[in-house]
């Protein structure tokens, strides 16, 4: 997963620095603040970096967000190997600016222009790991994940009260643990995890609603457009992170079902009762969520309060510049009440496996 802190920010602005040192000085390229040029100067590209740490290799470049991933470890390695692991990616952005798509990752331009560049072994093997990534997804986290996919699997049960207690329990459960983690503060820094989900041709109802739920996980969501398709991506810590990816995994084939339901027992058609029945479903399971924290005492509400302000400032941190829109379309009051009702009743279902769809384009 990307992530973020303080100190990360700090290493990003040090890449960011030597990243428009070797465009400059080395490729000689024109470099403007945030964007660089191609060599005839005529179209200009983001300079995108993040960290990562889910992965063994040092470096990738990912053609479908411009985006340069750097692996945390490296903040602990020599700055030779640093700016080495930079120029190799380097050499995969100008190349793919150069070659398009179709390049192979390591072929003859990928080679041939490191050559041009004087840039030796040292730089075309630069991202190769020899340990294994670090494992974010501690073994303490992994344990609340599966008592909280146990309790959604008690979801299903026919008895009403049994289902009800079980979604109820998976609440109190992640509450709990974003009070006692660290991610509420201590000793170690506090860091935040950024996750890409549900990659498809454009935002819908669908989506919307399914990011309106994800968002009583603890987690931050923000829509991202990145060539022709549109992603949602997961802003918390590492743990909610995990269960909003596991729980849209679930919702998304769930809210279909929900919509031929409707379908049936009310008569409902087109994609405007569709819409709205979809958005009228997150609004009952949200109030429904809402209801169940305000039952909780001053003091965890004060928590609550804290941890809403901290995914606040994670969003900053992560998003400098983030615009918003609105969606506008037609309403169905019928099939809005009709979803509503459903969302109240709606408890989350186990999945058969957690999804683990991998970040398409990456070229390490």
Request: proline share 1%; net charge positive; aromatic share 10%.
């Amino acid at each position: 997963m990307i992530i973020y802190s303080q100190k990360i920010v700090q290493f990003i602005n040090e890449i960011k620095h030597a990243v428009k040192e070797i465009l400059a000085k080395e490729v000689r390229l024109r470099v403007g603040r945030d964007r660089f040029y191609d060599k005839r100067q005529m179209t200009s590209y983001p300079l995108k970096i993040v960290i990562y740490n889910n992965k063994s290799m040092l470096g990738y470049f990912d053609a479908n967000f411009y985006e340069l991933g750097f692996n945390e470890c490296l903040m602990r390695s020599s700055r030779e190997l640093l700016h080495n692991v930079i120029r190799h990616e380097l050499a995969h952005y100008v190349t793919f600016i150069n070659h398009g798509e179709s390049v192979q990752p390591h072929a003859g331009e990928f080679r041939a222009f490191c050559q041009k560049m004087g840039w030796g072994e040292g730089v075309y093997s630069a991202t190769m790991c020899e340990e294994e990534g670090q494992n974010v997804f501690f073994v303490e986290e992994s344990c609340v994940f599966r008592k909280v996919q146990k309790l959604m699997a008690l979801a299903t049960s026919s008895n009403k009260n049994e289902a009800e207690a079980a979604m109820i329990k998976s609440q109190q459960l992640l509450l709990r643990h974003n009070i006692e983690s660290k991610y509420m503060g201590g000793e170690e820094e506090e860091k935040v995890f950024l996750k890409r989900i549900m990659k498809q041709k454009k935002e819908n109802a669908k989506m919307r609603a399914i990011a309106k739920i994800l968002e009583t996980f603890f987690v931050n969501i923000v829509y991202m457009r990145a060539g022709d398709f549109t992603y949602l991506e997961i802003l918390g810590s590492a743990v909610n992170v995990e269960i909003a990816e596991y729980v849209a995994g679930v919702l998304n084939l769930e809210l279909d079902n929900l919509w031929n339901q409707a379908q049936r027992s009310a008569n409902l058609k087109g994609a405007i009762a569709k819409n709205s029945f979809f958005l009228g479903l997150a609004k009952g399971y949200c109030n429904k969520i809402q209801a169940l924290k305000r039952e909780y005492n001053s003091d965890v509400t004060n928590a609550l309060m804290v941890i809403e302000k901290q995914l606040v400032d994670a969003k900053a941190m992560a998003y400098k510049h983030l615009s918003s829109s609105k969606s506008r379309g037609g309403y169905c009051g019928e099939s809005s009440a009709l979803g509503e009702k459903m969302g109240r009743q709606l408890n989350i279902k186990t999945a058969i496996s957690k999804s683990s769809d991998k970040v398409c384009g990456l070229i390490n």
